[in-house]
């Protein structure tokens, strides 16, 4: 299976004209892969997910681009890389079954986002303490289109590590356990500001808004934004004050839509941003993808349909408070290049498609992107683990932030 999607990945990144640049991670995780197969070292790789292609991307590095390097660096790979890795348990529901087929055959862990998934958990923590296997984890939790800015970690991945390195203590194994941070950037490889100006007119076009202030694009994509809040605002019934800065209507919206959805649910309102939209997004699924419902009476079937279509709003509200953490005008008032006005440009596209329930046809192409990928400093976990057998909790939030700095160091780093 290994061989045929290894094939398969250059037709796909040609199709998306996708160029990758590996910089120093090829050979950086041969090093690390070559080390880990002689059995001195277990791997625990933490990668930054901005984009859904970031699978694709890695499966490329993994199976193709570390192994050329192995080769090209004189070190030896005894056998193919297999990696475990932790994927939604709902993906196969919306993507179909062929999907979690190839996710299982390709060495993944089904796990339950936001509830204490115990078997799934139980199956990482084996694979990273045996060690023949790397486990590769996104500690963002989920994707947020973003190359310039991280969402906050979650502290699942320090907390794996911990319980890892007790197993391997306990059972006087002696190799060091390393958590290697893996930076993900995509970029425009050639900016297009023509391209640019007529997404942005066929936005305000579409929402009714007069072309002003042509030459300034973070204004009028902050009047693109504050439009649509005004909708959703108008939707929820909210009331915003007077001269509102629209970072504070985005945050009042995001915190009545969560609620909203929440109390659909039954569930309890507590938990970072992430842990409360992967908690929704699994009490929808658990509605809209029911099982057996050919065995259902009529009436039954006709309720379970009426409660699906119900739980899919919830869904929808839920992403547009994902979204809408991300529209603000600071991400591009810090850094006005390309890529961060063509990021906000795709979110609001995506975001009016899911309220028109109509995917939003951008025109004309932004261009074809590349994608660096970049390494850094393995953070050893041995050295932690009396920090963490004294106090927990403190370990914990140390190792997340360490992971979170040296994540953050490699998305500003562009590479040469």
């Known amino acids: ?15 998306q004209r996708l160029q990758l640049d590996h910089g120093n991670a090829d050979e950086g995780l041969a090093r690390e892969f070559a080390a880990q197969q002689q059995g001195e070292r277990t791997l625990l790789l933490a990668f930054r997910h901005p984009s859904p292609r970031d699978p694709l991307v890695l499966a490329d590095l993994f199976w193709t681009r570390v192994p050329e390097a192995a080769r090209r660096l004189g070190l030896t790979l005894p056998r193919p890389i297999e990696l475990r890795f932790l994927y939604d348990r709902g993906i196969p529901l919306w993507a179909g079954p062929l999907i979690g087929w190839l996710l299982q055959r390709c060495g993944g862990i089904a796990i339950h986002r936001g509830r204490l998934d115990r078997p799934a958990l139980k199956q990482a923590r084996d694979a990273l303490a045996q060690g023949r296997h790397a486990l590769v984890v996104a500690p963002e939790g989920a994707t947020n289109n973003l190359s310039g800015e991280m969402a906050p970690l979650e502290p699942g991945v320090a907390q794996l590590a911990f319980w890892a390195a007790e197993d391997m203590d306990e059972a006087d194994d002696p190799r060091p356990l390393h958590v290697i941070p893996v930076g993900i950037r995509y970029s425009w490889r050639r900016p297009d500001w023509a391209a640019l100006e007529a997404r942005l ?140 006005f063509a990021e906000m440009v795709l979110l609001v596209e995506e975001a009016i498609g899911w309220i028109e329930a109509s995917p939003w046809n951008g025109k004309p192409s932004l261009g074809p992107q590349r994608v660096e990928l970049s390494l850094g400093e393995a953070l050893a976990v041995q050295p932690r683990v009396a920090d963490y057998r004294s106090n927990r909790r403190r370990a914990v939030q140390q190792l997340t932030n360490d992971l979170e700095q040296a994540l953050t160091e490699l998305m500003r780093a562009r590479l040469e």
């Open 1 to 15: 299976m290994q061989g045929v999607l290894r094939r398969l990945l250059p037709w796909v990144f040609a199709s």
């Open 201 to 340: 007119t066929a936005l305000e076009q579409h929402l009714g808004l007069s072309p002003e202030d042509q030459g300034n694009r973070r204004e009028r994509l902050l009047r693109i934004g504050a439009e649509l809040i005004e909708a959703l605002e108008q939707l929820e019934r909210l009331h915003p004050e007077p001269d509102q800065p629209l970072t504070q209507r985005i945050e009042a919206y995001r915190l009545h839509g969560l609620r909203k959805a929440e109390s659909h649910f039954g569930l309890r309102a507590s938990g970072t941003l992430q842990e409360r939209c992967r908690r929704i997004e699994q009490a929808a699924w658990d509605r809209i993808y029911r099982e057996n419902l050919d065995q259902l009476p009529p009436l039954e079937r006709s309720l379970a349909d009426w409660e699906a279509r119900e739980a899919d709003q919830q869904l929808t509200r839920m992403r547009l408070v994902e979204h809408f953490t991300s529209v603000s005008g600071h991400y591009v008032s810090d850094q006005p290049d390309f890529d961060r």
